[in-house]
């Protein structure tokens, strides 16, 4: 997808031109997330979103990231694996950056909680858990 070939860790070397790529394009890329989630397309949207997390880390919309997670969510036990996965260990992440450890913790484990759940997801989560654990002292 359109997001996927931009997102930050397909440039390697390149970071600040995808990020300044996906500036430029992020009106865009924000209707067609709302269009995915409008038109039921769950899977479309999620990739997106999982794909977007890292952009909205490094540029600091994670208030946006987490409107945009909280919508995606609850259609989780609609969504295959290794996407599930995926979408839960990301919005962890996302979660612990508003500061919301709990929730991250939460979703962290439910991430690795899935035996078929894609290796960069539980890298991910268990960063995540780790990172609240460090925050809590």
Known sequence: TFV??????????????????????YPNVRA?????????????AAGMATEL?????R??????????MERLLPVIPDLGQP?????????AFL????GAYERAVDLAQLACAA?????????????SAALVAQALG
Not at 32 to 44: F, R, S
Not at 53 to 57: F, K, L, M, R, T
Not at 95 to 98: D, G, H, M, N
């Open 59 to 68: 540029r600091g919309l994670i208030a946006e990231s987490q409107a945009w």
């Open 4 to 25: 996927a070939h931009r997102a930050p860790e397909h440039y390697g070397g390149e970071l600040e031109l995808s990020l300044r790529e996906l500036d430029r394009d």
């Open 95 to 98: 979660a612990y950056r508003a």
């Open 32 to 44: 067609a997330l709302g269009w995915a989630l409008a038109a039921g397309e769950m899977a479309i």
């Open 53 to 57: 997390a890292e952009y909205w880390d």
């Open 83 to 91: 996407l599930r996965s995926r979408l839960q260990a990301n919005a």
């Open 115 to 127: 035996v078929e759940a894609a290796p960069e997801a539980l890298v991910i989560a268990a960063n």
